[in-house]
């Protein structure tokens, strides 16, 4: 592969793009990990938003940068990748995230960037510039994520109700409003390991092509730590507008609920960082909070707004790619 011809000026303006789209991705994401403990009243959303920021950082300790070689390395062909394409993939990914955060709807960062990549790269090269083992893994996992929120946090809630049914009401909400501030952590910490990564990937995909770094080499420190700070910062602002739908118009939840869907979405999370597929967090925690509902009854869920939501996932993809596309356009005319 061709090293691009880029000044250290349009390169550090993408590394801080990358970094915007990362402190965005913890903005619109941070409803995913607390939205269920601070529904349920267990704490209060400042407290929570500061407990998920700081689990966002810890990540950087306890997981390997699988996710980030599969975004950097087997999503789209390296020969196509500069930093027109990165511009394109960034601002596509960006603005969708805008649009869904506006109007409240818990969309996948991870699948806007995905489908930022895709986009920009078709509008460069074609069809041809995809690499098909990475992109099948993710759109897999489109419907596995959720699939297995689902199955983890309904098993969950059904373990806990087998195990506590002779316990007083009063009693059990009392336990798991403590239990829930250890589930909403392990979540959190999830969120961090494997959406923090997707952008350590679009950086050291753009570090390679200008010749910074080689695929032999390993991701640089700064770029690790720096892609842990800003996923924290953005958690730490919070998007506040999505908590309500995440937290109590898909169900009600109690803190027994909560701490079921946030520890079946954790389980999933784990799983999936560890076999370095670039999940949605979005997809997996509400799969887990229809999951907790549907364990104690169908009618339990508002499927509507679940509904609603899986269409949103259905429409990430595609317009931010279509959006992607044309952002390339515009960075070749500017940049």
Not at 50 to 66: P, R
Not at 135 to 155: A, E, Q, R, Y
Not at 189 to 209: E, F, R, V
Not at 304 to 320: C, E, K, L, Q, R
């Amino acid at each position: 592969m061709q090293t691009l011809q880029i000044s250290i000026y349009a390169l550090a303006f993408l590394v801080a793009l990358a970094l915007i789209f990362d402190f965005m991705n913890g903005f619109h994401d941070a409803a995913n990990a607390i939205a269920t403990v601070v529904s349920t009243g267990v704490l209060k959303p400042q407290t929570a938003v500061a407990m998920a920021a700081a689990f966002n950082f810890v990540a950087i300790l306890v997981f390997q940068l699988k996710v980030a070689t599969t975004v950097g390395k087997g999503t789209i062909d390296p020969a196509v990748v500069d930093h027109y394409v990165v511009f394109g993939a960034l601002v596509g990914a960006i603005v969708w995230n805008l649009i869904t955060w506006y109007y409240g709807i818990p969309s996948s960062s991870s699948h806007a960037l995905i489908g930022g990549l895709v986009g920009a790269a078709v509008a460069k090269a074609g069809t041809g510039s995809l690499i098909a083992g990475g992109l099948l893994k993710t759109i897999l996992f489109i419907v596995l994520s959720p699939l297995l929120g689902f199955i983890f946090g309904s098993l969950m809630m059904v373990l806990v109700s087998w195990l506590f049914v002779r316990a007083t009401p009063r009693r059990v909400d009392k336990w798991f409003r403590r239990m829930q501030l250890l589930s909403a952590s392990m979540y959190s910490l999830g969120h961090g390991g494997n959406d923090a990564q997707k952008t350590m990937g679009i950086i050291w995909m753009l570090l390679i092509a200008a010749g910074a770094s080689s695929p032999d080499e390993h991701l640089p420190w700064w770029v690790v730590i720096s892609c842990y700070t800003a996923i924290s910062l953005g958690t730490l602002f919070g998007g506040w507008r999505i908590v309500k739908t995440m937290g109590q118009k898909i169900t009600k939840l109690k803190p027994v609920g909560g701490f079921c869907a946030e520890t079946g979405g954790a389980i999933t999370l784990f799983l999936a960082t560890a076999l370095g597929v670039p999940v949605s967090t979005t997809h997996t925690i509400t799969g887990a909070i229809v999951g907790v509902g549907a364990s104690r009854k169908m009618s339990a869920v508002r499927w509507g707004v679940a509904g609603n939501i899986v269409w949103a996932w259905i429409f990430t993809i595609p317009a931010s790619a279509f959006m992607a596309a044309i952002a390339w356009w515009i960075g070749t005319l500017i940049l």
